[in-house]
């Protein structure tokens, strides 16, 4: 269809609904996409942990949560790294990997990761435990070595004895075979 009147430049007709040059359109809301890195990747229930971003841009301003996390993890501007945050595992956080999700608050970019909570297993003896009152296993084991005399002892013990034996039996027989040496 053509628009303009007789003796007029014939132009094209404007698009339905008004106006002959369309707005621009607004960009899209920016959502970028990307992960956290987490630090240490690998920890225990009531540890804390470090976490990481860049995905918010220019954005100051972000939260982090996860279920093994005891509270929401606040996040701030760090150096050229990006966004910084720490967070508390929850002590009763069951062992198993969770998922970290971190929203922009300035830009509505999201991160993502994966944290592993793990119950270090204590260490079980593998020979009895001495038992005792703190340190009195040990003073108890040394004072039985120096109670007494051991069998080295009594040997030692035993030989002083028949030296002393032979040299009383030697000195009475040459006082028997010499009556007028004395």
Request: with cysteine; glycine share 14%; hydrophobic share 35%.
């Amino acid at each position: 269809m053509l628009w303009g009147g007789a003796g007029a430049a014939k132009f094209p007709a404007p698009p339905p609904g008004g106006g002959g040059a369309r707005a621009p359109r607004a960009p899209p809301h920016d959502r970028r996409t990307g992960t956290v890195s987490i630090t240490p990747s690998t920890t225990a229930p009531g540890a804390e942990v470090e976490l990481w971003t860049d995905v918010c841009g220019k954005g100051r301003r972000a939260k982090g949560n996860s279920d093994a996390f005891a509270s929401v993890a606040h996040f701030r501007p760090a150096d050229e790294r990006g966004l910084f945050a720490e967070a508390r595992i929850r002590s009763d956080a069951e062992p198993r990997s969770y998922d970290v999700w971190v929203t922009c608050e300035d830009s509505g970019g999201r991160a993502t990761g994966t944290l592993t909570v793990v119950h270090h297993n204590r260490p079980s003896p593998a020979a009895p435990v001495k038992a005792g009152g703190g340190g009195a296993a040990t003073l108890a084991d040394r004072s039985a070595e120096a109670q007494g005399p051991g069998t080295r002892h009594a040997v030692i013990g035993l030989v002083l004895a028949a030296v002393a034996a032979v040299a009383v039996a030697l000195r009475t027989s040459r006082r028997r075979r010499d009556p007028a040496g004395s």
